[in-house]
């Protein structure tokens, strides 16, 4: 059984603060890893992807992978209150790049 | 371009009621998967279809059936409907490696 697991949080940040959100994995043979970002009632939306050993970044959100440790991480910067979300942390595997979800972790950013 | 739409939006059944959930694509897609998210908890794998012509089952497949009816069309049957069945479905399309979600539909089963 492939496994994602998240903290579940609630996690709360101050307005202009660094949100740091984790996950790790346990299928090594994983080879892409997403961030998917949630609002209430809503439909995920894909925010960040990344495929190898490091640091991507995408205007205020970071995401990292370390492959060795089976971690992925999302960083997101100068959080605002619009970042107010569930933030599910996704990997793919498979013939058909079936995503496997974590059970999430729900941001709040206080004013 | 509407991506991946699902109808209905909202849906109420009483156990051992049936119902088909329609999903469409026009990314031009190959790959498509139905999800359920139950409250507090994140999405997990019903069915999915590598390509046209294939279907493949998820990690909680119990009680579903599915049909790809075309390279645009993925539906989801519930033959006798449970209250455990009452949930969000999503349906997502894939390509090239980047998943899209539908906007769900809303299930309850009384």
């Known amino acids: 059984q492939k496994e994602v697991e998240q903290n579940s949080g609630p996690l709360s940040v101050p307005e202009g603060a660094i949100a740091s959100l984790n996950c790790t994995y346990s299928d090594r043979g994983s080879q892409s890893f997403f961030w998917y970002r949630q609002y209430s009632g809503k439909s995920p939306e894909l925010i960040m992807f990344i495929y190898s050993n490091g640091d991507k970044e995408d205007g205020r959100f970071t995401a990292q992978l370390n492959k060795a440790s089976q971690y992925v991480s999302l960083l997101i910067r100068d959080s605002q209150p619009s970042d107010s979300a569930t933030y599910l942390c996704?990997?793919?595997?498979?013939?058909?790049?079936?995503?496997?979800f974590g059970s999430g972790t729900q941001l709040t950013v206080l004013p | 371009n509407a991506g991946v739409t699902q109808t209905p939006k909202f849906q109420v059944l009483k156990t051992g009621q049936s119902m088909t959930l329609q999903c469409a694509q026009d990314m031009n897609h190959n790959s498509m998967y139905w999800y359920r998210q139950d409250p507090g908890m994140g999405l997990r794998l019903i069915y999915y279809?590598?390509?046209?012509?294939?279907?493949d089952k998820g990690e909680v497949p119990n009680g579903y059936n599915v049909s790809r009816l075309n390279k645009r069309e993925f539906s989801l049957r519930l033959e006798s409907a449970a209250p455990s069945q009452t949930s969000v479905y999503f349906c997502?399309?894939?390509?090239?490696?980047?998943?899209?979600f539908g906007p769900g539909t809303r299930l309850l089963v009384l």
């Open positions: 279809s590598a390509s046209e012509g294939t279907t």
């Open positions: 996704a990997v793919s595997s498979g013939s058909a790049r079936q995503l496997t």
């Open positions: 997502a399309s894939s390509g090239p490696g980047l998943t899209h």
